[in-house]
């Protein structure tokens, strides 16, 4: 039995169909949005898993939908997502998304992904910066300077000392 059966203005979710890979789901989360939308409406927070379906309504014929539906246990949750388009009028369905227009995974959702990559990305660039730092205080500062560097400074200064002499 499919998750998802689809009809014109509504889908029925089949709720014993959704894996719960042995341990038993508290609840599940139901939102969904028409594709291209960025705001998510939130159908039910707290659907209770003995009801063997559920049915989404208010849908707009002919239309693709993103369906996100979450299970949530005592060892956490199981997020998935699905992307599928009611039926026309008629019964028909629509035309396939193009590949080129798919929506890319949303990665930034994920807390799990999205918190160590900007945690890398702090990271080098504070090392960036000390290295930027170290680098301009050797450049300014003599005591840094190489053996060559330093004789070249030293012989500066013996000349602009004979040069005050001179003058006075």
Known sequence: MALLSINTTFVVLNLHAWKNGGCPISFFVVQYKAKGQREW???SSNLDPRHEE?????????????????AHNEAGA??????????TVTGGTITPIVAGREEGPLFYRNLSVLVP??????VLLVITLVILIVCLKKNRNPDYATPSQNQGFQTQKRLECRNLFKES
């Open 41 to 43: 409406v939130l159908v």
């Open 54 to 70: 559920f049915v989404v309504t208010g849908l707009n014929p002919a239309t693709w939908y993103n369906l996100l539906m979450s």
């Open 78 to 87: 199981t997020e998935a997502e699905y992307v599928f388009a009611t039926l």
């Open 117 to 122: 990559i900007v945690c890398a990305i702090v």
